[in-house]
């Protein structure tokens, strides 16, 4: 997770270590992480979540980006943890079921989790450090937007722990937090129907009430009062189960007549 000089900007920033075993302890054990799991840490810096991980579960597979950081670790680290150096947004995820905790590059948040929760094989869990805001942004708070709207359908998030600005080195110089994104027993909606979803979120944002609406008024009042739900506000907010509603609408009766 360590700054990798770029011609306009850093590639890797944000390197802010969490040294204290007692935090790093704390964490693990408010998570469903357990010695027979395979978790997979994203950046391993100097080690410290590494070290605490193995202790605590079957296999760590980690990532540095950092040739010397990774040089410099590599000799200490049990023999349950491979460690890989290179980057991870360019790695293969594991096919067998794994489970994520990692201190993320805070400019790289959306791009991990797009990549962790885009997988064919999904994480069971994830646990992840990260900016305050970006970790609201991805629970919907205050409000919905497009990336947590894509999450519900598969996780449930929640931010679990809230972090003071000295527990890192250097401190950040902004709030951090731990999200915890787990994933669901039964889907909201079939993975395959994933891409659709995504398409009637982009679409709809931009014409869903609009002269060319992707349902029409009557569908989106029908479809609403058929599953018991209100309708949507004057504000022109729309709720995430009325998101749904709306797209298993969509689905059926104008996905297929749009040219």
């Known amino acids: 997770m360590s700054k990798k000089q770029g ?13 204290s075993r007692k935090i790093i302890n704390k964490l693990i054990s408010i998570t469903t992480i357990a010695s027979c799991d395979t978790v997979l840490e ?8 590494t070290k605490a991980l193995s202790e605590k579960c079957k296999k ?27 980057d991870f947004l360019k790695s293969k995820l594991p096919s067998s079921p794994y489970k994520v905790f990692a201190n993320i590059p805070f400019s790289k ?12 094989d999904l994480p069971e869990s994830i646990w992840l450090i990260m900016e305050k805001g970006a970790a609201k942004r991805f629970c919907g708070l205050p409000k919905d937007n497009i990336n947590s709207l894509l999450l519900k359908p ?9 972090f003071n600005r000295n527990d890192f080195h250097p401190a950040p ?18 993975p395959s129907q994933k891409d659709d979803f995504k398409v009637f979120l982009e679409q709809s944002q931009k014409s869903l009430f609009s002269s ?35 797209f298993r609408c969509w689905l059926n009766f104008g996905k297929n007549k749009r040219g």
């Open 154 to 162: 598969f996780f449930d998030s929640k931010i679990i722990w809230y």
């Open 60 to 86: 760590v597979i980690s990532y540095e980006i950092d040739e010397k950081l990774y040089t410099h670790l590599k000799p200490q680290l049990n023999g349950n943890v491979k460690l890989y150096y290179g």
């Open 7 to 19: 011609n306009n900007s850093p590639y890797w920033v944000s390197q802010n270590f969490l040294t």
């Open 109 to 120: 948040t959306t791009e991990i989790i797009r990549k962790l929760t885009s997988a064919h």
């Open 212 to 246: 060319r609406p992707l349902l029409t008024k009557k569908q989106i009042s029908t479809a609403l009062r058929l599953e018991k739900l209100p309708q949507i506000p004057q504000t022109g907010d729309v709720s995430y189960i009325q998101w749904l509603c709306l």
């Open 173 to 190: 110089n902004t709030d951090v937090v731990m999200l915890e994104m787990k994933l669901k027993e039964t889907f909201d909606i079939p």
């Open 42 to 49: 994203i950046g391993a810096g100097k080690g410290h979540i």
